[in-house]
Nanobody
Framework: QVQLVESGGGLVQPGGSLRLSCAATGSIFSAYAWRLGWYRQAPGKVRELVALITSGGSTNYADSVKGRFTISRDNAKNTVYLQMNSLKPEDTAVYYC??????????WGQGTQVTVSS
């Protein structure tokens, strides 16, 4: 069983930065063929993938955040981060992390609110 806890959300002005954390119980990085993604869902919109990191070391980003967001991991802390720079009002959403591996299954965190507004 894996539990994911997101933190780091809040209110920030346009152009500002936030770093989100997704802390996992268990040594998720030892799982087979895992991937961990940050998703977001704005009011009235479908949930969308923002950034992804895999066990193979690859990262992928939505076009809307390329060059502004960076996903990274800390193996010792079982934590994945999403560094968000140059934030825009359209980045406002609830951000969720999702972990999936072939042998461990699929898990979601509870979400953290990010609001970009002046």
């Amino acid at each position: 069983q894996v539990q994911l806890v997101e933190s780091g959300g809040g209110l920030v002005q346009p152009g500002g930065s936030l770093r989100l954390s997704c802390a996992a119980t268990g040594s998720i990085f030892s799982a087979y063929a895992w991937r961990l993604g940050w998703y977001r869902q704005a009011p009235g919109k479908v949930r969308e993938l923002v950034a992804l990191i895999t066990s193979g070391g690859s990262t992928n980003y939505a076009d809307s955040v390329k060059g502004r967001f960076t996903i990274s991991r800390d193996n010792a802390k079982n934590t994945v981060y999403l560094q968000m720079n140059s934030l825009k009002p359209e980045d406002t959403a609830v951000y969720y992390c999702n972990f999936y591996s072939v042998n461990w299954g699929d898990y979601w965190g509870q979400g953290t609110q990010v609001t970009v507004s002046s």
